[in-house]
């Protein structure tokens, strides 16, 4: 096992370590001469003009991805899009029309409700497109189309490389069906390709910096409650963040959409709460602000993640992380890192067991 992990104490520090090149190899398997070749998925420029909605369904980390690829689908396909979780759409007859384009996600392949809403979704005679991780896995299998990401076999229970490899399939989904659909033009596709190859390095270099999360991790260690806060795709990663956080430190941690901690969240913070507002995206960048400001004045001690240049989050926050910039659809990917660090490095300080926490299982067979 020690040479699995490739001198990385654990399977999820090496996982996290493997995310440049598992997104790099993912964008490779579907770019051609600096295009989206989408041919070995399936899917034909009639067949994308024909989609008049997107229904994603996963669990756990996937159904974040769905989260954020419905923010990043509609803005730049226009198309409508939800994302729900398997153990409810299959469960409540959900009313698809005709044309729609049923998404599953799922790095295994083999969890038990994401597979049950697949096969729900094809007996209503629905178009239904896997994004997938293991090749011949069921879900694999039975979907019509089925994108693959090229993450490699993921060992550590808390997904890091997989969750990040889903979100390029989904970028590629909503470029393509962009240019296709005519909602973007020629400079746009072709400039978007680029922000997007040039995202292994920008992980690359958040990665580097990982000793000052593991300092500030290491402080975290008695925390009672977390909570992670953003608008948009901001609140898309804050999901992902807590989820991190709570199943590998055993820290309850919570995220909440920033706008809505006035609505009940808000009594919750204490003095001394951890609090982390995530804002990568300009338009809300303010919004968000604002909300950091309410949680200190109730005595949240805040951590903001925010790109380099906005250094003015430091009139508000305790401590900042800095990431680099990219087009603002993807920021993603890069807002995700820190946060993957951060779990890791909490349950590291609290010496537990990283890749294997209790009461969790990499693959849910069982419904
Ligand atoms: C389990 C794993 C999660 C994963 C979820 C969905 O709960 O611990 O990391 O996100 O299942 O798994 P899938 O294989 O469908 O992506």
Request: negative net charge; charged residues 25%.
């Amino acid at each position: 096992e020690a040479a699995e992990k490739a001198g990385f104490e654990h399977f999820m520090m090496k996982e996290i370590h493997e995310q440049p090149k598992a997104v790099r190899d993912t964008l490779n398997s579907v770019l051609v001469d600096g295009k989206l070749d989408m041919s070995a998925v399936g899917f034909s420029d009639e067949d994308i003009k024909k989609i008049d909605q997107i229904c994603i369904v996963a669990c756990g980390s996937a159904y974040h991805v769905g989260v954020a690829a419905q923010y990043v689908i509609e803005d730049l396909a226009q198309i409508p899009v939800r994302t729900e979780l398997a153990s409810e759409f299959r469960y409540r007859k959900p009313l698809l029309s005709k044309n729609e384009l049923v998404i599953i996600v799922s790095q295994s392949g083999e969890t038990a409700d994401s597979l049950a809403a697949l096969r729900l979704a094809k007996e209503k005679g629905i178009k239904t497109l896997g994004i997938v991780n293991v090749v011949g896995s069921s879900i694999a299998r039975e979907a019509d189309n089925v994108f693959y990401t090229l993450a490699g076999p993921e060992i550590a229970v808390a997904t890091t490389k997989a969750y990040s490899t889903q979100l390029i399939a989904a970028y590629c989904l909503a470029i393509q069906f962009a240019i296709v659909r005519g909602t973007i033009d020629e400079a746009k596709y072709l400039e978007l390709i680029q922000e997007m190859a040039q995202l292994p390095d920008k992980i690359q270099k958040i990665i580097e910096d990982k000793e000052r999360i593991q300092w500030f991790a290491a402080k975290q260690v008695n925390a009672k409650d977390i909570f992670f806060i953003g608008r948009g795709l901001d609140y898309a990663v804050s999901l992902e963040g807590s989820l991190k956080m709570k199943e590998i430190s055993y820290i309850h941690s919570e995220a909440y959409a920033a706008g809505e901690l006035k609505h009940g969240t808000i009594s919750l913070i204490e003095d001394g709460t951890l609090v982390i507002g995530v804002l990568t995206q300009s338009e809300l960048y303010e919004k968000t602000v604002s909300n950091m400001v309410e949680c200190r004045s109730r005595g949240a001690y805040l951590m903001g993640l925010t790109t380099y240049g906005n250094y003015n989050i430091e009139d508000t926050a305790d401590f900042t992380v800095y990431i680099p910039k990219t087009d603002e659809h993807f920021m993603t990917s890069l807002a995700v890192i820190p946060l993957q660090l951060m779990g890791y490095y909490v349950s590291v300080s609290k010496g537990l067991d990283v890749d294997k926490p209790r009461n969790l299982a990499k693959s849910v067979t069982v419904e």
